[in-house]
């Protein structure tokens, strides 16, 4: 099952307030309410709201973040919808895997759908900042869907998730504080922070770092971290820059101390 | 399977130019075709041109009928979309069972989606036209969806009935003449004949005769005849109307030979 109250739905680069409007309707429409705008191409939100009938309280509680990343910061996992298939070696998934992942990870704490801007979609480098990313299956006539429409089909098989009782094996209770998954902004300053280790390290090549930074990246994620796994990792980072010389910021506390239970 | 050849779109009393070309983007992006407006309570069709990014070739082939019997007449099955769950003791269909019928009785010839207008949906009477109907579950915070967005969740869940394998049992030739299924334009003028009959036979209450007369038409709706077998069901009421002297229109034929393989 999905909580609808764990799904965030992000539109990156937003240009047309109409889709704005549409997007929120049908937001209203299956039970979800959280929507982050992250560098929307429109502020002309007052615009938006002739489509977003009786969604007024979608567009009244909507965030907007400056990227991705920080649209996605609170988040545990997160799903990027394109067109393209295969994106360096990282296969799509279909629309109902898609859905049923978000509904799975929504266990470990909230879960992100992310809709390209109309004029370009999301390029390899956003998607990277996605778990995953999947494609809606369409006709070589016309394969560019409407924002909107794309929405209204994932958001209809989310909500179909979300139906759906949960499996025997997902935890009754709210999640205990030790197995919230680590939040993806936690994952995003671990992996800036082993970009500065290793490049002053030499592991990294200064003129190329990403595409091996991003493998390293990417198979923490694979690992679904607790966010006090995250947080370990990043102080040690910290405190291996430190070590190193490095001095880029000093690390605000030392490790937290291993006992079970505790916030690090 | 079901052949995108084989799906019709009905728009019934669509009023917006936006609607028209979203609806005909996603019929693109889809790779359906095939689109009708029944009463269209617009005509502005080249307003649509704007939504209807890369699909003037649904515009183009679009076709007008003057009323919801006319843009089914051709069609051997239909389910309209609906928000009530329960109309005079039927029961909506989920999307996905609709899906798969509209794919099922794709084999018998062409089916039809049925998406009523945008200000009041499709009355019951409208629904009575349709062989089936469907509810696309929603939130109670708003219902109502957007009409071009509920196509796109529709369609959707038809490409995939389209891309699965055509089951065993589903004949690989062309369906043979005599198993085409009876058209609904068929069907409707036999219900017009039997209407008369029992009305001049004083078997239905002039005052209220549509709801007997519509279980008499659903039951043989779900009979699945074949177009033989409504032209011959049609061609006797129009002998029995005659042989009791109402005398409104002479039968244009006498009753077709019994014989194999021939067209009624």
Redesign the interface.
């Known amino acids: 099952m999905l909580p609808a109250v764990n799904l965030t739905v992000v539109l990156h680069q937003t240009r047309s307030p109409d889709n704005l409007g ?1 997007v929120a ?2 937001m ?4 979800f309410s959280r929507l982050v705008l992250s560098d929307p191409a429109t502020y002309a939100f007052r615009a938006a709201e002739r ?1 977003a ?3 007024d ?1 979608v567009l009244d509680a909507m965030a907007v973040a400056q990227n991705l990343p920080e649209a996605l910061k609170d988040c545990v996992y997160a799903v990027g919808t394109t067109s393209r298939t295969q994106i360096e070696g990282r296969t799509a998934l279909t ?1 109902e895997e898609a859905a049923a992942r978000l509904a799975d990870q929504s266990r470990r704490g909230r879960v992100a759908l992310v809709m390209g801007g109309e004029q370009r979609g999301l390029s390899n480098e956003e998607l990277a900042f996605c778990t995953d990313f999947l494609v ?4 070589d ?6 924002l ?3 929405t ?2 994932l958001l ?1 098989l989310c ?1 179909r998730e979300g ?1 759906k009782p949960a499996e025997a094996v997902a935890p009754v209770a709210p999640v205990a504080s030790e197995q919230q998954g680590a939040k993806m902004g936690t994952v995003r300053a671990l992996g800036e922070r082993m970009r500065q280790v290793m490049l002053e390290a030499q592991f990294l090549n200064p003129q190329a770092p990403d595409h091996i930074l991003m493998e390293l990246e990417r198979s923490l994620l694979r690992a679904e971290l607790t966010q006090r796994e995250a947080e370990l990792w990043l102080t040690a980072f910290k405190h291996v820059g430190r070590a190193m010389g490095g001095g880029k910021g000093t690390p605000g506390k030392g490790a937290p101390s291993p006992g079970p239970g505790q916030d690090g």
Request: positive net charge; glycine residues 4%; charged residues 10%.
């Open positions: 549409a309707r049908v209203a429409n299956f039970g489509l009938v009786k969604s309280s629309p809606i299956p369409t006709s006539v016309q394969p560019s869907m409407n909107a429409q794309a209204a089909v209809y909500s139906r």
